[in-house]
Nanobody
Framework: QVQLVESGGGLVQAGGSLRLSCAASGRAFSSSGMGWFRQAPGKEREFVAALSRTGISTYYAASVKGRFTVSRDGAKNTVYLQMNSLKPEDTAVYYC?????????????????WGQGTQVTVSS
């Protein structure tokens, strides 16, 4: 089992940066592919970024590629999402998720555990 707690959200002006953290507990973290998703009001949850359990492979949604970077620190059992050049359309609740015993996933239905989410608001 994996428990996930996101932090680092907040209010930022367009063009600014934020770094989200996802602290994981549970022995399955090291064997889990990790992902970040977001959900804006009135919209469906969408994929943002994925990271393999080794931390070697990454994949990004086209809307964030080149601006966001996902990484993991195995020693701290933490996954990060560095968000640069933020835009108002990045405003959403951001969730991290874990796919146990999986290398790499990009579909929300393939993830087993989810955090509670952290709000990111980008003002214009």
């Amino acid at each position: 089992q994996v428990q996930l707690v996101e932090s680092g959200g907040g209010l930022v002006q367009a063009g600014g940066s934020l770094r989200l953290s996802c602290a994981a507990s549970g022995r399955a973290f090291s064997s889990s592919g990790m992902g970040w998703f977001r959900q804006a009001p009135g919209k469906e949850r969408e994929f943002v970024a994925a990271l393999s359990r080794t931390g070697i492979s990454t994949y990004y949604a086209a809307s964030v590629k080149g601006r966001f970077t996902v990484s993991r620190d195995g020693a701290k059992n933490t996954v990060y999402l560095q968000m640069n050049s933020l835009k108002p359309e990045d405003t959403a609740v951001y969730y991290c998720a874990a796919a146990v015993n999986s290398y790499f996933k990009t579909e929300a239905r393939e993830y087993d555990y989810w955090g509670q989410g952290t709000q990111v608001t980008v003002s214009s």
